[in-house]
């Protein structure tokens, strides 16, 4: 059985993974028992000079028991492969040795939660999914992170030997030489100088493990070429886990169409736990660009996952942009952004989470709470363009789309997509000529779009709707709302297509769920997103 809950956030940027971690916790089967290493005393468990083995049901070994059977021999922590729990080991306490190996043995995920710190000669090794399900994980939550003292020391997961760097620079050597390598982050540094171009050229198909630490003050300044980001390219087979860019200045002025991210122009692999804080922007006044605050093409089958941007996006000239994501054609789950999003040029496709959304694009359990603001072009608090499938999602950002004609709505500018159990609460400022929606700017023939409100309110536009600006007559349109009050429009769309939408007041809207949300997906509390309805999985 899985259990749904909402996944963690952080308000400056510092990575959580708490509800995640939680997620994947709670959907094994119960065939071992749990262990945390924490500071109460040791139970449940057989513990020798060199092991301790858990026997019984939240089994728990004390972290200086541990760090003293260490300071004499290896030693191996293991759930075991018979019991009645999932089989996660969490350490819930800081534990530091000098020297032996530690060897942490789950059956399913193991957790960390608090810095391992193996310093001088001493090893680490992670084994997970040790006869377990597929799902098990080695997570790194909250302030968890594992610090080593040099890179000369030894790494293993899940049996494979890891080589340790310590930056950027390192990484981008290490990787030139052995692209499908396994590489780990040792401990979290600052980078001392800037980079002229992207480091990492090669492209990527092995492992990247940060192992919850941070690169800090990554400057890549580009003028000579035309990608700008961390990473060129991510294979298919590459992974990267666990990393904070804290932050970070990305910054191109190419003369010729450029690509400018935190993380990685292209992604097909998978990114998972990645956070991007700072700035990217293209400066350039002869060309335009793709700017997104971690990966500008999320490319099939490429995933990101519990991952986000608090950088602030900035074009002078542009083509897509998102906080997260500029042109997303596969999958994005409980991911976000919160930086604002902005450009000079009046034709930008522009979302707070991704630019443009296609056909094979999906959003699942996202939102966005930056601002927006273009002169012109398609914007969306969420998403600029969408043509995909969005379900459980929300944008809060306000936009702004004066000095220019814009297709504009609160969380997408257009959509042709299907799109479930969604709101948005920005206003949408425009000008004569601008088409805007609280909800969405204008929809298309294939537009389905079920059990999602909007609150913002639209002005300046020519065509403007409570919901939507231009509605197709062939859109499907199913249990959709708007606030009446906060909106201040009275109909539901500018151009009279609105069967299906429904205006409500904000008493009315607090009052219990509109008629057709689903109260497993769908609740309401006083003093929670201002008493509107919220997503149970997406709590603001």
Not at 291 to 307: K, T, Y
Request: charged share 10%; with cysteine; net charge negative.
């Amino acid at each position: 059985m899985t259990i749904r809950l909402p996944f963690g956030r952080s308000r400056h940027g510092a990575k959580t993974y708490t509800a995640a971690a939680a997620m994947l916790l709670m959907v094994s089967p119960a065939l071992a028992y749990n262990v945390t290493i924490s500071s109460d005393p040791t139970s449940n468990g057989t513990l020798t000079a060199s092991s301790f083995k858990a026997t019984g049901p939240d089994a728990v070994l004390n972290y200086q028991d541990l760090q003293n059977a260490l300071a004499a021999s290896n030693f191996l922590v293991k759930t075991g492969t018979r019991g009645s729990q999932a089989g996660d080991i969490t350490v819930a306490h800081k534990i530091t040795w000098a020297a032996n190996t530690l060897t942490l043995d789950a059956y399913h995920s193991i957790v960390v939660s608090k810095s391992v710190l193996p310093t001088s000669t001493a090893g680490l090794s992670f084994t997970f999914r040790d006869g377990g399900p597929s799902d098990g994980d080695l997570i790194f939550s909250g302030p968890g992170n594992a610090t080593f003292m040099s890179t000369a020391q030894i790494l293993t997961i899940n049996s494979v030997p890891y080589t340790l760097v310590d930056g950027v620079r390192t990484l981008a050597t290490d990787i030139s030489g052995n692209p499908t390598g396994n590489f780990a982050l040792a401990f979290s540094e600052t980078e001392p100088t800037g980079f002229t171009s992207t480091p990492v050229t090669t492209t990527f198909g092995g492992n990247f493990e940060a192992l919850g630490n941070t690169i800090s003050a990554l400057q890549i300044h580009t003028s000579a070429s035309p990608t700008t980001a961390m990473f060129a390219s991510l294979s298919s087979i590459a992974t990267v886990k666990d990393l904070t860019l804290s932050g970070v200045d990305i910054q191109s002025n190419y003369s010729g169409t450029a690509d400018v991210a935190a993380l990685a122009v292209s992604n097909a692999g998978r990114i998972s736990n990645v956070v991007s804080t700072g700035s990217v922007q293209n400066t350039s006044s002869s060309a335009s660009a793709y700017v997104a605050g971690l990966v500008d093409f999320n490319n099939s089958p490429g995933v990101i996952v519990n991952s986000h941007s608090t950088a602030t996006i900035a074009a002078t000239r542009s083509f897509d942009l998102g906080g997260l994501v500029a042109i997303n054609s596969s999958t994005l789950t409980q991911d976000y952004a919160t930086g604002d999003v902005s450009s000079t040029v009046t034709s930008a496709t522009a979302g707070g989470l991704v630019g443009f959304n296609v056909t094979a694009g999906t959003v699942t359990l996202c939102f966005a709470k930056g601002g927006l603001s273009a002169p012109g072009g398609v914007l969306g608090g969420l998403i600029g363009s969408n043509e995909g499938t969005i379900d459980q999602a929300y944008a809060v950002g306000d936009l702004n789309s004066s000095g220019g004609i814009a297709t504009a709505g609160g969380l997408f500018g257009t959509n042709s997509g299907t799109v479930t159990d969604t709101y948005s609460r920005g206003s949408v400022v425009g000008q004569n000529g601008t088409t805007m929606g609280g909800f969405v700017g204008s929809t298309t023939s294939t537009s389905n779009i079920a059990t999602s409100y909007s609150t913002g309110a639209p002005s300046g536009g020519t065509t403007i709707g409570g919901f939507a600006g231009s509605n197709n007559s062939a859109a499907t349109s199913t249990s959709l709302y708007w606030n009446t009050t906060t909106s201040n429009v009275m109909q539901a769309t500018g151009n009279g297509n609105d069967t299906g939408i429904t205006g409500l007041t904000t008493g009315q809207m607090r009052s219990g769920l509109p008629a057709g949300f689903d109260s497993m997906i769908w609740t309401e509390q006083t003093g929670v997103n201002s008493g509107f309805p919220y997503l149970i999985n997406l709590s603001p």
